[in-house]
């Protein structure tokens, strides 16, 4: 098994900045991509960032320009900085990794984090 632990989320006025990271570990011979994704209060859960292995990145057009996400992959973690937070993107913010593993044989199977608050309010 695989477990996401993820930190960093918290309470920051509009405009401040805020890092979140998630460390994979258990049973991992390798991480495809890893990413974050965000759920508001009423809403579908949305794609926020990815990054592959290789360290190429994709981000939901909302947070362009705004969030960075980035991975160390001799840590098995991915961060996420967020700088000129708006009230809008107050959301539970999931960590997700596709991982291959235990053996270089095995499928890959999707796991996620439990979730960190962010709030973005004055």
């Known amino acids: 098994q695989v477990q996401l632990v993820e930190s960093g989320g918290g309470l920051v006025q509009p405009g401040g900045s805020l890092r979140l990271s998630c460390a994979a570990s258990?049973?991992?011979?390798?991480?495809?991509?890893m990413g974050w994704y965000r759920q508001a209060p009423g809403k579908e859960r949305e794609l926020v960032a990815a990054?592959?292995?290789?360290?190429?990145?994709n981000y939901a057009d909302s947070v362009k320009g705004r969030f960075t996400c980035s991975r160390d992959n001799a840590k098995n973690t991915v961060f996420l900085q967020m700088n000129s937070l708006k009230p809008e993107d107050t959301a539970v913010y999931y960590c997700?990794?596709?991982?291959?593993?235990?053996?270089?044989?095995?499928?890959?199977?999707?796991?996620w984090g439990q979730g960190t608050q962010v709030t973005v309010s004055s």
């Open positions: 990054i592959t292995s290789g360290g190429s990145t």
């Open positions: 258990g049973s991992i011979f390798s991480i495809d991509a």
């Open positions: 997700k990794a596709v991982v291959r593993g235990p053996f270089v044989f095995s499928r890959t199977t999707d796991y």
